[in-house]
């Protein structure tokens, strides 16, 4: 019996483990396997909290073009522009927001975004 315990107790603390190490890759991983990212769903917010401050329209603090809607952000999509300057170093010139680097997973949201064709729904 108490071995039964003990082992019931190490089972628990492994499970205990295991799952309070879901990171923000897991979550990723779900998000790859189940979903196409679009535009609506998800890239128009991640540009709204982060760059739409400065590229707006019109645009502010020396903004060089708008990014408030699906086509003004699609053609810095696809002429590499918005994936370059989210994948410089905080500080680098013309790294994007200049205020630091977004975390990795969500640059990963958008490079997967851009790379499935850049869908808006
Ligand atoms: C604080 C204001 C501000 C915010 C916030 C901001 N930008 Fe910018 N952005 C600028 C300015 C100013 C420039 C022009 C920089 C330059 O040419 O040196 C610029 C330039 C750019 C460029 C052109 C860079 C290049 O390589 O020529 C892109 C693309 C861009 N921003 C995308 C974004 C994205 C995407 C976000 C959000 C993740 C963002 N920006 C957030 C101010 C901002």
Redesign the pocket.
């Known amino acids: 019996m108490k071995n039964t315990l003990k082992t019931t107790f190490a089972l628990a603390i492994l499970l205990l483990i295991g799952c309070s190490n879901d990171s923000e890759s897991d979550l990723i991983e779900q998000i790859d396997e189940e979903t196409v990212v679009s535009y609506n769903a998800t890239i128009q917010s ?2 709204n909290n ?6 707006s329209d019109p ?7 708008p ?1 408030t809607n699906y086509n003004q ?1 699609l053609i ?1 999509a696809e002429n590499g ?2 994936l ?3 994948s ?1 170093q905080t500080g680098e ?2 790294a ?4 630091g680097r ?1 975390p990795q997973a969500t640059i990963d949201i ?1 490079e997967k975004w851009i790379n499935e064709g850049a869908v808006e729904e």
């Open positions: 991640v540009i982060n760059c739409v401050a400065c590229h645009t502010q603090n020396g903004a060089p073009f990014l952000v810095r522009q918005l370059r300057s989210i410089r010139a013309r994007m927001p200049p205020s977004l958008i």
